[in-house]
């Protein structure tokens, strides 16, 4: 009996290639299919304040209790609760918004570690890739409302802040609760992004520093007093292209 012929190598790497870029076109339907269920599901809840902060605090925590306090006076107020519905602050933001009038809504992540779905959520969307999940962070979002946090808090924060300097979505509030907490940050961009050119002095305000939950959701009506909440012809084209 005649034996199997093995491919040459070169051909065994070029079929390997294959099958990899098949699997990376592929993966474009799953990540369609992010944007359009989730889309779907949070179209409905405007408007939203989308919540971020550290994922290592516990019930104890200072930040965890102003996160909850919070939460529960914007969903009182009539503002759905968003967050990336993980523990820590993002726990508190979606225990105060589940204990108040308004939705609250975990936008959670398949992560190796950290990441477990916190209990106090009315909406759940679990997502595989972290940029389909910020752009619905961003997309539904009326204010911007940011805890202490690490790495991932900065890196929304940043995200927030250069889409919308640079016009790729609508002006929403942005606002950092603990001025403990963030004033060495804002001295900083002040000192060095300023100072030295990098971000325009207007660029500043673009950022608020606040303190009191009660002065949280003020400052977000306040933003809006002159118009409503649901974005213009003009704001839906950009979110749309966002």
Do not use: C
């Not at 200072?62 to 529960?72: D, Q, S, V």
Request: without cysteine.
């Amino acid at each position: 009996m005649e034996k199997a012929k093995i491919p040459p190598v070169a051909d065994t790497a070029g079929f390997q290639e294959a099958r990899l870029t098949a699997r990376e076109s592929w993966r474009m339907f799953e990540i369609m299919a992010e944007f359009v269920e989730a889309t779907e599901r949070l179209s409905p809840i405007r408007p939203a304040v989308s919540v971020f902060g550290s994922a290592r605090i516990g019930p104890d925590s200072p930040y965890y209790m102003l996160t909850e306090a919070i939460a529960r006076q914007l969903s009182d107020a009539g503002f759905a609760v968003i967050s990336g519905g993980g523990p820590g602050v993002m726990e508190a933001a979606n225990k105060g918004a589940f204990f108040g009038q308004s939705p609250s809504v975990g936008l959670n992540i398949q992560l190796p570690h950290e990441q477990r779905a916190n209990p106090y959520q009315d909406i759940s969307q679990t997502f595989r890739h972290f940029f389909a999940r910020k752009v619905m962070f961003v997309k539904f979002a009326s204010a911007y409302v940011v805890m202490p946090g690490g790495f991932g808090t900065l890196d929304e924060l940043m995200e927030a802040l250069t889409l919308v300097q640079t016009g790729k979505t609508r002006r929403i509030p942005i606002i950092l609760v603990h001025s403990a907490f963030w004033g060495g940050l804002i001295d900083w961009l002040r000192a060095r992004l300023v100072e030295e050119g990098m971000v325009g002095p207007e660029d500043m305000d673009l950022l608020q520093v606040i303190d009191r939950p009660e002065d949280v959701v003020q400052a977000i009506f306040q933003h809006y007093e002159t118009r409503g909440f649901e974005p213009s012809a003009q704001e839906r084209e950009i979110l749309l292209n966002l």
